[in-house]
């Protein structure tokens, strides 16, 4: 039995990096997707296979109780909740660990019986799920709106508290590594440790999440990698490498394009706020050029390339499939259509990838931020639809600006731009845009979805 379940370990895992490899484009990402889940479902078979499973009735009722939740939530999600969805289920993975470990602590007497490695990599997968889980949780709450996107901190002792509680859940952990058995100990290491997520996530701003769901999406691999340590479960530390070592990979290349440092956005306390006032110098004494939908469709018909820049506003408006209707409309009159996607467009990695594949925009079209920024001088209209701080001028051109060294798109190279927009509000950085009141620049104000489809429209009868 033991060698059948090595076998079924290696295939499993060779399903999980086939699967992997679909993922580096949309048209093989949903095959992708399946194949990596079939090895999944090898790798759960082959663990309930293994001598002393123990009570068959309950993994059922939780297979159960898990596909009923799950299932349906994953079907009805909306594109625009995917985030929220994300850092939910990221921190269920988490949660699951921690209670892994407290179950492993009390079967085993603290750790009695078992080699001090075990204690070590159970601890740690302890201190690390549960500060996923709960950091996932304020995550979801900040996405969903249902707490201020805002930071939220006590000010200076902000950092003291968040260095209390951390070294609160590793004291008590030394000490049951040490050869505590209260089971006190291990409540204390999963309770300080969850304190640790939420301190440490309620600071952080809108601006960031994107980098946080990817830095705890990273957290509960490595937790459950740790956990697999700790139970010679050659399945959970392959699959936890794997997501951990992505989830770093991607963490530092999203904090790179951000041009900060993962420190500094552990450490919080930017993004969210309210206008800091004009981005860049005399910002705020420049007029405002609007413009309709008709105008728009005229201006856009009589370029030759034309350039879509997607923010969070298209996510929220759903109207990603009328910018591929408007797309289709133009490049039938022969106009060059792209889309200039940034790293950290949306409240999550890859959000505007994910959008633009479900109105099956053509993967090709969409152009990386170093491609897109060689473009843009041979640009016609740059229509920037809901996209606000990655399209910021100040990024470049203000010192004092918060966001002052983070590479933007820079739309402002192309010969005119057009912005769809709600209002002149600030994004997720809480400070304005000094590209609305550019000369080059016209704002059709209103809902993307409605302004894309009167563009659409006008285009139709041009």
């Not at 499973?53 to 939780?62: E, F, K, Q, R, S």
């Not at 989830?247 to 530092?252: A, D, K, V, Y």
Request: some cysteine; proline content about 5%.
């Amino acid at each position: 039995m033991n060698t059948l379940v090595s076998v079924l370990y290696v295939v499993a895992f060779a399903l999980f990096i086939y699967g992997l490899m679909g993922m580096t484009g949309p048209r093989t990402a949903v095959r992708g997707n399946w194949i990596a889940a079939a090895g999944m479902a090898i790798a759960v078979v082959a663990t309930l296979l293994l001598p002393g499973m123990g009570n068959w009735l309950l993994i059922a009722l939780g297979i159960g109780i898990g596909a009923v939740i799950g299932v349906p939530a994953a079907r009805r999600v909306k594109m625009t909740a995917m985030p929220q969805m994300v850092a939910l289920f990221n921190g269920v993975g988490g949660g699951a660990v921690a209670l892994i470990a407290w179950v492993e602590f009390r079967t085993t007497d603290g750790y009695a019986s078992e080699p001090r490695y075990v204690a070590i990599a159970s601890l740690f997968a302890a201190i690390v799920g549960s500060v996923s889980f709960w950091g996932s949780n304020i995550a979801f709450g900040k996405l969903q709106e249902l707490l201020p996107g805002k930071p939220v901190t006590v000010g200076r002792l902000q950092q003291p508290l968040n260095i209390a509680v951390v070294l609160a859940a590793v004291v008590c952990a030394v000490i049951i590594a040490s050869g505590g058995r209260s089971e006190w100990l291990i409540i204390g290491v999963l309770v300080a440790a969850g304190l640790a997520g939420v301190l440490v996530v309620l600071p952080i701003g809108g601006a960031d999440m994107p980098v946080v769901i990817s830095l705890l999406n990273a957290f509960t691999g490595l937790s459950a990698a740790a956990m697999g340590l700790a139970l010679d479960n050659t399945a959970l530390i392959v699959a936890g490498m794997i997501v951990g070592a992505s989830g770093s990979i991607l963490t530092n290349l999203m904090a790179q394009a951000m041009n900060r440092s993962i420190p500094a956005i552990v450490a919080g306390g930017f993004g969210g706020g309210g206008p800091t006032g004009p981005a860049g110098p005399g910002a705020g004494d420049r007029p405002v050029r609007s413009t309709s939908a008709a105008d728009a469709a005229i201006q856009l018909a009589y370029a030759g390339r034309v350039m879509v820049v997607p923010g969070y506003g298209m996510a929220v408006a759903q109207a990603q499939h009328a910018v591929r209707e408007m797309a289709d409309l133009l490049e039938a009159k022969g106009i060059e259509v792209g889309y200039a996607v940034h790293p950290v467009a949306g409240r999550m990695p890859g959000h505007m990838n994910v959008l633009l594949a479900e109105a099956d925009v053509p993967y090709g079209a969409l152009k990386e931020m170093d491609e897109s920024n060689s473009a843009f001088p041979q640009v016609d209209v740059s229509l920037v639809i809901g996209a606000n701080d990655v399209t910021n001028p100040a990024a470049q051109t203000d010192p004092s600006s918060p966001i002052y060294g983070m590479p933007i798109l820079n739309v402002t190279s192309s010969r005119s731009v057009i912005v769809l927009k709600r209002s002149m509000g600030s994004g997720f950085a809480g400070i304005d845009n000094a590209l609305f009141t550019d000369p080059k620049t016209a704002m059709l104000f209103g809902d993307a979805k409605e302004s894309v489809g009167g563009i659409v429209e006008e285009l139709k009868a041009l």
